[in-house]
C-alpha cells in the first residue's frame, strides 16, 4: 500500500514550453503532497508543500508563478513549470503522506528544457 | 552548518559484510527520524523511521537513534548487491507530518 505515482517519468522539450507534471496518490487520499527538487549527485530540496483545496506553501527562493501548484482533489496534485528554460531541467519529485506515516515518495519526473 | 549532515561516500562493500550509514544533525527540535533508499533515477522509498531516541529493526535493517549525541545510524547486515543505492537519512521536528530535512546521502556500492 501507500502508491505515490508520478507521471511523466520523463520530459523533453524546448525552451520556453510549459510542462505539467502529475503527482498521484493511488491507495490513499492526501491532504497534503510535496514538491522536490533534485540535482544530480545531491540531495532533496523542497520547493513547496500543496495543500488540497487551498494555495501551496512555497520555500524561500522558489518562484511561485514559475512554478504552479494545483491541488484539485485528495488524490492529485500538479506541478506546472511555466516557460521553462535550460536552467530548470532537473528531477522533480513528488511526496504524500499515508495518515500519520511519514512521507513516501513517487519515480520522479526527469525533466530537460533544450 | 547543514541541519542534517552526512558523507556522501561512495562507500564499498563486499557482499555479505555489515555496512554502517551515520548521520549527525544539529536541530534539537528533531523527533522523528527516517531513512530512505534512493536507486538511480527513481524516488526514494521509505526504509525505516523511528521516533527519539532508541533501536528499531525490520529484517536485516537496524536504524539507531543517539539524541544526546545527536547521531543516527542505519546497520544493514549481511549487505547484498542489490542493497546498492543512496541512503538518505531525514529528520522532521513535530511528527511525521512535518517538512523532512535532508542529508546529501550516502552512496553504497556492495560488490560480489
Known amino acids: 500500500g501507500a502508491v505515490v505515482s508520478q507521471h511523466p517519468s520523463w520530459v523533453i522539450c524546448k525552451s520556453g514550453t510549459s510542462v505539467k507534471i502529475e503527482c498521484r496518490s493511488l491507495d490513499f487520499q492526501a491532504t497534503t503532497m510535496f514538491w522536490y527538487r533534485q540535482f544530480p549527485k545531491q540531495s532533496l530540496m523542497l520547493m513547496a508543500t500543496s495543500n488540497e483545496g487551498s494555495k501551496a506553501t512555497y520555500e524561500q527562493g522558489v518562484e511561485k508563478d514559475k512554478f504552479l501548484i494545483n491541488h484539485a482533489s485528495l488524490t492529485l496534485s500538479t506541478l506546472t513549470v511555466t516557460s521553462a528554460h535550460p536552467e530548470d531541467s532537473s528531477f522533480y519529485i513528488c511526496?504524500?503522506?499515508?495518515?500519520?506515516?511519514?512521507?513516501?515518495f513517487g519515480d520522479g519526473t526527469r525533466l530537460s528544457i533544450l | 552548518q547543514k541541519e542534517v549532515e552526512q558523507d556522501p561516500g561512495p562507500l564499498s562493500v563486499p557482499e555479505g559484510a555489515i555496512v554502517s550509514l551515520n548521520c549527525t544533525y544539529s536541530?534539537?527540535?528533531?523527533?522523528?527520524f527516517m531513512w530512505y533508499r534512493q536507486y538511480s533515477r527513481k524516488g526514494p522509498e521509505l526504509l525505516m523511521y523511528?521516533?527519539?531516541?532508541g533501536n528499531k529493526e525490520d529484517g536485516r535493517f537496524t536504524a539507531q537513534v543517539d539524541k544526546s549525541s545527536k547521531y543516527i545510524s542505519l546497520f544493514i547486515r549481511d549487505s547484498q548487491p542489490s542493497d546498492s543505492a543512496t541512503y538518505l537519512c531525514?529528520?522532521?521536528?513535530?511528527?511525521?507530518?512535518?517538512?523532512?530535512?535532508f542529508g546529501t546521502g550516502t552512496r553504497l556500492q556492495v560488490t560480489l
Open positions: 531525514a529528520a522532521s521536528p513535530m511528527g511525521t507530518a512535518s517538512k523532512l530535512t
Open positions: 523511528t521516533y527519539s531516541s
Open positions: 511526496s504524500a503522506r499515508p495518515g500519520n506515516q511519514p512521507q513516501h
Open positions: 536541530n534539537s527540535a528533531f523527533q522523528y
